[in-house]
T-cell receptor
């Protein structure tokens, strides 16, 4: 079947620290992979995506590389800011029917 | 702004009641998805509609139902409400074509409180 596993939170970092949020997946076929971010009181927003193996998605200083050999799509940022405090969801999409599968979300708090 | 609209933003009702949540997808998007987000269950996929037809079902209770209308807006009906139905309900839409456009875009959500 299709599923996404994210590292458990919550994660608390100091400003300018390095961030890694782990995400692994199982999928039938060749999925597309996504990171969504949910700021407090808001809906989910697409942060970045990658549609094939070895693709790197990037946005707002965040990066994630689609690793087929390790079935992973870890989210990284070199220097986090207080404004990055949010919940981050890893997700995959299978092409048949365009169904999405979301991880449980990882809460990030960045302290000044 | 994702282009997906949801109404109402907040809803407070009593146990046993019925409510309807409304979603308008982005212009041109054919698929609509409904999700429930609660503190203990995380983000749960409920149901997907594509161009008026049900396409996929997730963890949707029998007390809940949805439909997508010819103008592509969708409604989620929740009946015989229980305290545990209190949650954020999100709608998302997508073009639903394999390729670079397969992203889901989320609305701001409807916060339902059942008292």
């Amino acid at each position: 079947g299709n599923s996404v596993t994210q590292m458990e939170g919550p994660v608390t970092l100091s400003e300018e620290a390095f961030l890694t949020i782990n995400c692994t997946y199982t999928a039938t076929g060749y999925p597309s992979l996504f990171w969504y971010v949910q700021y407090p009181g808001e809906g989910l927003q697409l942060l970045l995506k990658a549609t094939k193996a070895d693709d790197k998605g990037s946005n707002k200083g965040f990066e994630a590389t689609y690793r087929k050999e390790t079935t992973s799509f870890h989210l990284e940022k070199g220097s986090v800011q207080v404004s990055d405090s949010a919940v981050y969801f890893c997700a995959l999409s299978v092409r048949t029917g365009n169904q999405f599968y979301f991880g449980t979300g990882t809460s990030l708090t960045v302290i000044p | 702004d994702s282009g997906v609209t949801q109404t109402p933003k907040h809803l407070i009702t009593a146990t046993g009641q019925r409510v309807t949540l409304r979603c308008s997808p982005r212009s041109g998007d054919l698929s609509v998805y409904w999700y429930q987000q609660s503190l203990d269950q995380g983000l749960q996929f409920l149901i997907q509609y594509y161009n008026g037809e049900e396409r996929a079902k997730g963890n949707i209770l029998e007390r809940f139902s949805a439909q997508q209308f010819p103008d592509l807006h969708s409604e989620l009906n929740l009946s015989s409400l229980e305290l545990g139905d209190s949650a954020l309900y999100f709608c998302a839409s997508s073009v639903d074509r394999a390729g670079p456009e397969e992203t889901q875009y989320f609305g701001p959500g409807t916060r339902l409180l059942v008292l």
